[in-house]
């Protein structure tokens, strides 16, 4: 069950980013909406969840998969842009992919990093133990992977290489990553993230992937 999360989930991934619309598989889903206090940001957090057909929270856990939405954007993109409910319960009834069970907080324009907010801190300290309590997924590495759009992607990438104990893989979509400095057109440059008030490139460069190669190759 768990192996499938380094390949099988890839056709979901590209579907989604493709807003592929597949036919409606026979057995329907859940798509949940919660919110939780996070400790790390001092306030409620909302995050959605996708269900599979039959879930059941007292029998065995699930693979789970989180993902992280762009620049400004909503969880719930996922679902209503990316079609994800349609397309995963498609490649579940063909039995393509095994049935899953899909995170997808909200991240605002933080890039996923502690600047504006504690973001990065919230996601390992307060959301993976939220959803590990109030659903039936996997807390082992070969049980859950990450994936992110654009903004997403570069949280994605940079939670991986920093907790490579954790995920057994990522999935970039499009990912806002760049080995240098990001390009003028790049919202990096804009939100107010990388840099108080104007963008700082040394801040983008302590964050960046570049920065967490040494570390994550010293590793066994």
């Not at 057995?27 to 909302?46: G, I, Y």
């Not at 057994?168 to 107010?192: F, I, M, N, T």
């Amino acid at each position: 069950m768990r192996r499938f999360l380094r390949t099988a989930l890839l056709p979901l991934a590209l579907s989604c980013a493709a807003f592929a619309t597949p036919a409606a598989p026979a057995a329907a889903s859940t798509v949940v909406v919660r919110t939780f206090h996070a400790e790390a940001l001092n306030r409620d957090w909302p995050y959605v969840v996708y269900l599979p057909n039959g879930y059941r929270a007292d029998q065995h856990r699930y693979p789970v998969l989180y993902l992280l939405h762009g620049n400004n954007g909503e969880p719930m993109d996922w679902v209503t842009q990316g079609q994800l409910q349609t397309t995963a319960d498609t490649l579940i009834a063909r039995h393509e992919i095994p049935p899953v069970v899909i995170v997808m907080p909200q991240g605002g324009t933080d890039w996923y990093v502690d600047r504006k907010e504690r973001m990065e801190t919230a996601f390992f300290q307060d959301l993976l133990p939220e959803i590990e309590a109030h659903f039936a997924v996997d807390d082992a590495r070969d049980g859950r992977a990450i994936g992110g759009v654009s903004m997403g992607g570069f949280g994605a990438l940079r939670y991986t290489l920093e907790h490579p104990d954790m995920f057994c893989g990522a999935l970039l979509l499009s990912p806002a990553v760049y080995a240098g400095d990001p390009p003028p057109s790049s919202a990096a440059r804009h939100v107010g993230v990388f840099g108080d008030h104007q963008f700082d490139a040394q801040i983008w460069r302590t964050l960046n992937y570049p920065a967490l190669w040494k570390p994550y190759f010293a590793q066994p």
